[in-house]
């Protein structure tokens, strides 16, 4: 599934998946993405990286993170507009 030995970063690969399952409307708007843990346990990674593959996502504004909640579809639903500032912190 993952390229561990292509060009492309590890965080970009998954992002690019969750990107899919957003636009294909697998993970709709409001809906909870997985978990830090789940993420790391699913694709065998790193925190570090599983923390910029949410900060991918919220660049490209199809995630936002809601602080001790966890990170949802859309680009924000604290009503920021998904303009970046929701990456505060740094948690999912």
Same mark, same amino acid.
Do not use: W
């Given at each position: 599934?993952? +390229?561990? @030995?292509?060009? $492309?970063?590890?965080? $970009?690969?998954?992002?690019?998946?969750?990107?899919?399952?957003?636009?294909?409307? #697998?993970?709709?708007? %409001? #809906?909870? !993405?997985?978990? #830090?843990?789940?993420? #790391?346990?699913?694709?065998? !990674?790193?925190?570090?990286? $599983?923390?910029? =593959? !949410?900060?991918?996502?919220?660049?490209?504004?199809? =995630?936002?993170? !809601?602080?001790?909640?966890?990170?949802? =579809?859309?680009?924000?639903? @604290?009503?920021?507009?998904?303009?970046? %500032?929701? @990456?505060?912190?740094? +948690?999912?």
């Amino acid at each position: 599934m993952l +390229d561990r @030995d292509g060009p $492309v970063p590890i965080y $970009v690969q998954i992002a690019e998946m969750i990107q899919g399952q957003i636009l294909r409307g #697998e993970l709709r708007a %409001g #809906e909870a !993405v997985m978990s #830090e843990l789940a993420m #790391e346990a699913e694709f065998d !990674v790193a925190r570090s990286t $599983v923390r910029n =593959v !949410v900060r991918e996502l919220r660049r490209r504004q199809l =995630v936002h993170t !809601v602080k001790g909640k966890g990170t949802f =579809v859309g680009g924000g639903g @604290d009503g920021s507009g998904g303009s970046g %500032g929701g @990456d505060a912190g740094g +948690d999912v």
